[in-house]
């Protein structure tokens, strides 16, 4: 059996070979069960314990036959224990183990995404912490707004980040819940005591109440909280995307030796892991999408979620694993060049300044509809590159009834705008990442 303690890599988790072992696993468990309630004979559990054995491709075969996985595989097992197999999957339905073992699956899937975004996590506090003093301009709508620092961008990556981790370890709870209750969940013809012993020795909860199914709310909890970890991390590639345009450059995405931008331009070097995060997040809210409609089933339960969660939920944990391994090889690897970000920080030639100039006018007792114009009236006069901002504020006769040249130049002052950010740097260093 998988040993579930070792976090398998994501693809052995969904292969057919771990999913009939939590099959077999749940149904010895339930022999287990009814062996001590005295429904099965001691010697038949032992023979399931000894000769229950099953083939993936012998499974399939037979199931080309019966058309249901869950018979097949039970004919399998009884191929090889004999007589005493009669008692398996006594008083149960297919959903017993399907519903069980997929919350076996989905739970050892979540501890795998809860370590990726930990890690992930802590990448961003390093980086963030690096680079707390790198300053570079803020953007708001696409157009420069006034200055941060790449520290402070990441930071707020990083607290994101953590936010998904704690939805992600929610969503696994939530998912980490077992149900043997038979046909349409009354215990008809199997002892509630089989289903509590079966989900202790799982280390799962048992369903306060079931159909002949688990509830999809609980699966569509787990995929919109993966979905949501996915888009966070399409945001974040998308901003590297942004600040590798060449017009920007101030980050770039690593570029490995040897490695090629474009089959007919040498020069290029593109974003095509940020790029190729962002399309796989499509694919995973998709995906949430499809786990939202599963939700509403016909009365006790129908069979129209089961074929598209055999889709979904595999696909998107595999994804969002490989996206959050991508997007950190990114973060360590990634190119930042503070010289650009100076560079683009002059480009509006003091623009990034005008709320301290607005403020400091306000300060002084003008109403701020008035000290608006003034400053918007010099900001326009820069744009149109008549006059540099700061020059034009010095000359203007009306803001110079109110500020001296002295007090203009110190609106200018890039530190004194940075000054309260290390109130966020104190916030990320306490933010705790398992190690």
């Not at 009814?34 to 000894?50: H, T, W």
């Not at 191929?79 to 297919?94: D, K, R």
Request: hydrophobic residues 40%.
């Amino acid at each position: 059996m998988i040993n579930r303690y070792s976090l398998p890599r994501m693809k052995e988790i969904w292969s057919e070979e771990a999913k009939l072992q939590n099959w077999l696993q749940i149904e010895v468990l339930a022999c287990e069960a009814m062996v001590e309630l005295g429904l099965v004979p001691q010697k038949a559990l032992e023979a399931v314990k000894q000769k229950a054995r099953f083939d993936v491709e012998r499974v399939k075969e037979i199931e080309q036959r019966t058309h249901h996985d869950v018979v097949a595989f039970l004919e399998n097992l009884a191929e090889n224990i004999g007589e005493g197999a009669g008692f398996l999957h006594y008083g149960m339905t297919s959903s017993d183990i399907l519903d069980t073992g997929l919350a076996l699956q989905m739970r050892d899937a979540a501890e795998i995404l809860i370590e990726d975004t930990s890690r992930l996590m802590g990448v961003l506090k390093n980086k963030a912490l690096e680079h707390r003093g790198t300053v570079m301009i803020g953007r708001t709508h696409g157009v420069h707004a006034e200055p941060l620092t790449f520290g402070v961008k990441l930071a707020v990556w990083a607290f994101e980040t953590r936010r998904n981790l704690e939805r992600l370890q929610k969503a696994r709870n939530t998912v980490s819940c077992g149900k043997i209750s038979g046909v349409v969940g009354t215990y008809a013809n199997i002892d509630p005591f089989v289903e509590k012993y079966v989900c202790d020795r799982l280390g799962l909860k048992p369903a306060e109440a079931a159909t002949q199914i688990l509830q999809r709310d609980r699966h569509a909890e787990y995929m919109v909280a993966v979905a949501i970890a996915a888009s966070s991390l399409e945001k974040f590639a998308t901003e590297i995307r942004g600040l590798q345009k060449t017009e920007v450059l101030e980050v770039e995405e690593p570029f490995r030796p040897g490695q090629t931008g474009s089959s007919a331009m040498p020069h290029k070097r593109n974003p095509i892991i940020c790029e190729r995060v962002c399309g796989l997040a499509r694919v995973i809210r998709g995906n949430a999408q499809v786990a939202l409609e599963n939700v509403a089933l016909w009365h006790e339960r129908d069979i129209s979620h089961s074929s598209a969660e055999r889709v979904i939920i595999p696909d998107s944990t595999i994804l969002l694993d490989y996206m959050a391994n991508k997007f950190i090889e990114v973060l360590e690897g990634m190119v930042v060049y503070p010289w650009k970000m100076e560079k683009n920080l002059e480009l509006t030639q003091g623009l990034i300044f005008s709320e301290k100039v607005l403020l400091s006018l306000v300060g002084k007792g003008v109403m701020r509809q008035e000290a608006y114009t003034m400053v918007q009236r010099n900001a326009m006069r820069a744009v149109r590159g008549e006059v540099d901002f700061r020059q034009g504020l010095l000359h203007d006769k009306e803001v110079g009834q109110y500020l001296t040249p002295e007090e203009i130049e110190n609106c200018f002052d890039i530190r004194e705008a940075l000054l309260r950010t290390e109130r966020i740097f104190t916030r990320l260093e306490g933010l705790k990442v398992k190690p």
